[in-house]
C-alpha cells in the first residue's frame, strides 16, 4: 500500500489527507502566534533596557501596549485557526451581516470592560501617575503602584499587600501623586497645649527637637534664608476647647522619610514636654460613688 492510498483513506467520513493538511495549518498558526508574541515581549522588554535613545517608552507604556499587542495577536490566530473549520465562514457571514445586534449586545455585555480599558488608555497617556509612583487614592488607599493593565492597577500598601483597582473607578477618584513633581513632602506635626503654658517656650521645644531629627531638610527658598525665616515654621492653629493647638512644619526628601519622621517627633516632642513640665491636656472624668444607707 503506497503512500497516496494511504492519505485517500477516509477517518470517520474525512480523508486522512484533510485532516494532516487541517493539523499542519493549525500547528503553522499556532507557531506563528507563539513567535509572534514572543517577538513582541521581547522587543518590548529591550526597549526598557536600551538607554540613550531619543525616543524611548517608559514601564507603564511599555507594559500596557504590549499587552494590547499581544492581545491582538491571539485574536487574530484565533480568528485563522476558525477559519480552517468547514462550516465556519457561513457563521462568520452571518455574525458580520448582524454586526449591528451584535456591537449593542457586546456593548450591553461589556459596557464594564470596555469602560476600564477606556480609562485605562487615559492614564496610561495622559499620565496622572505611572508605575512607581507613590499615591493616595480618595485617602483610603495609599501605596505605590505596581502594574497598570487593561482592567486595573495595582496598588502595593504599607502591608505590603496588593490592591487591585478597576480603572474606570480610578480615573474618577481624587489622587494625591507624591511622585508627580517635587518629591519633598511637609510633615505637619501637631501637638496640644494647656491654656496656662508660656505659647513661645513651647515652640522653642518643638523646633529644637524638630531640629535635632537626622530626616529634616531646609526646604526655604535663598530669599526666605536672607529674611531670616526660620527652618522650622510653628504656629498656632487652634484654640480647641480644653488645648491649644500648636502646628509644625517638617520638610522631610521623600513621604516615607516625612512619615517616619512625623512619628519620631510626637514622641520625642512628648517626652520632652515631660521634662519641661508642659502639660498636653487631655480629656478626663471623675466617677461620683453613691452609697445608700440601709
Not at 56 to 72: G, N, P
Request: glycine share 6%; hydrophobic share 45%; charged share 20%.
Amino acid at each position: 500500500m503506497d503512500i497516496e492510498k494511504i492519505m485517500e483513506m477516509s477517518l470517520f467520513g474525512i480523508s486522512i489527507h484533510a485532516v494532516l493538511r487541517f493539523c499542519i495549518k493549525a500547528a503553522i498558526i499556532y507557531l506563528f502566534v507563539r513567535i509572534v508574541t514572543g517577538l513582541v515581549k521581547y522587543f518590548f522588554n529591550r526597549s526598557l533596557k536600551r538607554q540613550g535613545r531619543l525616543v524611548t517608552l517608559d514601564e507603564t507604556r511599555t507594559s500596557f501596549i504590549r499587552q494590547m499587542v499581544v492581545a491582538a495577536v491571539y485574536i487574530v490566530g484565533c480568528a485563522a485557526f476558525l477559519s480552517l473549520i468547514p462550516g465556519m465562514e457561513k457563521i462568520s457571514n452571518s455574525i458580520l451581516a448582524s454586526a449591528g445586534i451584535l456591537a449593542m449586545a457586546v456593548g450591553l455585555a461589556s459596557q464594564e470592560a470596555l469602560s476600564n480599558i477606556v480609562s485605562g488608555l487615559f492614564i496610561v497617556f495622559s499620565r496622572p501617575f505611572k508605575v512607581g509612583d507613590f499615591i493616595n487614592v480618595d485617602d483610603i488607599v495609599i501605596g505605590t503602584v505596581t502594574e497598570i493593565t487593561l482592567r486595573h492597577t495595582v496598588v502595593r500598601n504599607a502591608e505590603n499587600r496588593m490592591i487591585i483597582i478597576p480603572n474606570s473607578k480610578i480615573s474618577s477618584s481624587t489622587i494625591i501623586n507624591s511622585s508627580f513633581g517635587e518629591e519633598a513632602t511637609c510633615a505637619f506635626v501637631e501637638v496640644g497645649v494647656s491654656y496656662t503654658t508660656d505659647l513661645d517656650f513651647a515652640m522653642d521645644v518643638m523646633r529644637d527637637e524638630t531640629m535635632r531629627h537626622p530626616m529634616l531638610i531646609d526646604h526655604r527658598s535663598p530669599k526666605e534664608k536672607t529674611d531670616g525665616t526660620p527652618q522650622v515654621v510653628i504656629r498656632v492653629t487652634n484654640l480647641g476647647d480644653s488645648a491649644i493647638t500648636l502646628r509644625a512644619w517638617a520638610w522631610a526628601a521623600t513621604p516615607g522619610n516625612a512619615f517616619v519622621m512625623k512619628c519620631d517627633l510626637l514622641k520625642s516632642i512628648k517626652e520632652r514636654f515631660d521634662k519641661e513640665n508642659i502639660e498636653i491636656p487631655y480629656p478626663y472624668f471623675n466617677q461620683i460613688v453613691t452609697t445608700q444607707k440601709s
